[in-house]
């Protein structure tokens, strides 16, 4: 097979947690057809190279204070509300007067007119490549047209892959904005028919892919997530959705299915599966992490929105110990920034938060010890201790490798590993608040990128080795 092409120099990834490589020598990636198809280190690396510009491939140098790493997976984003981002978020979430009623149905809603979704999805889109996303995990909205339009308009962009969700919901929604049930179900086939037979090549990772996404317990009655339990299976979809996600919602959905927690509805009824991307997930209740584990559903963590509407902060470094697949999303309204640079920042202060705790006496609390104590009483790690603590080279991980092993797509994305497509951005450190204050290591500088980086840094993005997006 020819190369393509190939970079050298800094080419970082984090293929476990806790492991992170490319930073102390430059690496040579061979990207062929879209896949990368050699890589080396060192000595090997700068031989390598010398070879390849001898053979005429081009060879990409990066610049002191360049970074490449593989593109960023958002494992949770909701497209319409990123007309009200940043707004709402000082509501309760299901309250009348709250961030559903208020912001989040009514926008929603008007994705019913196709041209208008047309233009916001294209736009969400181009903004998530500026920030360097090349993987979304998609809620769209409630119409079968909009959806469509949604899939239309990343093939036509060629990134970042989409996959994406038709929101199922047949009630507890405003009356002009809910669906039948029958109706959404056949809606929700004819578009998992439609997205298959658009997607490109035979074999995944797709450009685009169904989603099967009832909204949430709440609006979902048993009827609907049956028959999408059935077409999750039929079809062999990814599904997603939102999993004790808050205190308001987990009482609700109690009333609604008496004596079940949320986890053992959706395991009911064929929705907690491998992959399932079940978003928030801080109020677990007993036996729900169990239940994510023994059935390989993943928690899409989204840190910045659960600071606002989950009144929690998700254990993930003990989750991750204990084996349940952990991604990262921005959840975009309920969160009000498409930057996973964002994200990994919020999933680093919201660990953080586990391990704030008053000294014995204080006049500001009673608690001596974390407020993670009595929640953590099984786990291994003492409450409040370092096991809480996630770095922020842990933070990327989640960003990149964990949200393709929560996808079951870690063998093709979220590395540089040899076989994996090339899904990647090519940071610049020499723009932004840190350009005046080169670091002095290559760690420093990509730390720099990540606790104070935003678009500005993004010099380039690849989507199945085709640059999608460059400064
Ligand atoms: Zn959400």
């Known amino acids: ?55 005429g491939v081009e060879v990409r140098v990066l610049e002191q204070g360049e970074v490449l790493l593989p593109g960023f997976i958002d494992g949770h984003i909701h497209f319409p509300q990123f007309c009200f981002a940043g707004c709402g978020i000082d509501m309760p979430l299901m309250h009348p007067e709250g961030f559903l009623a208020k912001y989040a149905f009514p926008t929603e809603e008007s994705m ?69 049930t029958e109706q959404s179900l056949q809606d929700t086939e004819d578009f998992i028919q439609y997205t298959q037979s658009r997607r490109t090549g035979s074999e995944a990772p797709f450009l685009v892919q169904p989603v099967v996404t009832p909204r949430f317990l709440p609006t979902c009655t048993p009827k609907l997530l049956q028959g999408l339990g059935r077409l999750a299976d039929k079809y062999g979809c990814i599904i997603q959705s939102h999993l004790s996600e808050s205190i308001d919602e987990v009482e609700f959905s109690a009333t609604l299915f008496p004596g079940q927690t949320d986890a053992e509805v959706f395991h009911q009824f064929g929705l907690l599966k491998s992959p399932s991307m079940m978003g928030h997930s801080v ?36 989750l991750l110990k204990r084996g349940v697949k952990v991604a990262l999303g921005t959840d975009i309204a309920g969160g009000y920034s498409p930057s996973m640079l964002t994200a990994m920042r919020s999933a680093v202060m919201a660990a953080k938060t586990l391990q704030f705790r008053h000294v014995k006496g204080c006049a500001f609390g009673t608690e001596s010890e974390a407020p993670s104590a009595k929640r953590a009483k099984n786990a291994e790690a003492p409450a409040g201790s370092s096991e809480d603590e996630l770095s922020h080279f842990e933070a990327l991980y989640l960003a990149t490798k964990g949200g393709a092993e929560a996808l079951d797509l870690g063998h093709l994305l979220g590395s540089f590993e040899v076989g994996c497509r ?50």
């Open 112 to 180: 019913g007119e196709v041209e208008r979704a047309k233009v916001v999805y294209r736009a969400a889109l181009e903004v998530l490549l500026h920030c360097g996303t090349t993987t979304a995990v998609i809620y769209g909205s409630l119409h079968l047209g909009a959806s469509k339009v949604l899939v239309d308009v990343a093939l036509e962009r060629k990134g970042p892959r989409a996959f994406v969700g038709k929101v199922c919901a047949d009630r507890y929604c405003p009356d002009t904005y809910v669906e039948e």
């Open 422 to 471: 090339f899904d990647a951005l090519r940071l610049r450190s020499q723009v932004g608040p840190m350009a005046s204050f080169p670091a002095s290591s290559q760690a420093d500088m990509l730390l720099k990128i990540i606790t104070l980086g935003d678009d500005r840094n993004v010099k380039q993005v690849f989507v199945d080795g085709e640059l999608v997006h460059s400064l």
């Open 1 to 55: 097979m020819a190369a393509g092409f190939a970079f050298f120099g800094t080419c970082v990834d984090t293929p476990r947690l806790g492991e992170v490589r490319g930073l102390e020598a430059p690496s040579l990636l061979v990207v062929s057809d879209g896949r990368i198809s050699q890589r080396c280190m060192g000595a090997e690396a700068l031989e390598r190279r010398r070879q390849l510009e001898q053979e």
């Open 283 to 318: 109020q677990l209740m007993q036996g729900e992490e169990e239940l994510l584990r023994q059935n390989g559903a993943a928690i899409a963590h989204c840190p910045l929105s659960n600071f606002f509407f989950a009144s929690g902060a998700l254990p993930v470094k003990q």
